[in-house]
């Protein structure tokens, strides 16, 4: 039984390694966010809004794309 304990330790602390270093890595680019609307419309707003919380939050770089009538 403490066998089993163990490797249960040992996957969890190797699982634990692996998701530390993925999370480092992303986003390796910059997030795009499109907005089918133009600017200053309340999408473009909300979008802006999480675009800066991302930025603040995580340090992502967010960029907000205007695009009228985009679908």
């Excluded at 969890?12 to 986003?27: E, H, K, Y």
Aim: hydrophobic residues 50%; without cysteine; glycine residues 8%.
């Amino acid at each position: 039984m403490k066998g089993n304990a163990m490797n249960r330790r040992e996957f969890l602390a190797g699982a634990a390694a692996i998701g530390s270093a993925f999370a480092q890595s992303f986003p390796s680019n910059a997030i795009r966010i499109v907005v089918p609307a133009s600017a200053s419309t309340p999408p473009d707003i909300l979008a802006r809004i999480i675009a800066t919380a991302l930025s603040d939050g995580e340090g992502w770089k967010v960029v907000v794309e205007d695009k009228p009538g985009a679908v």
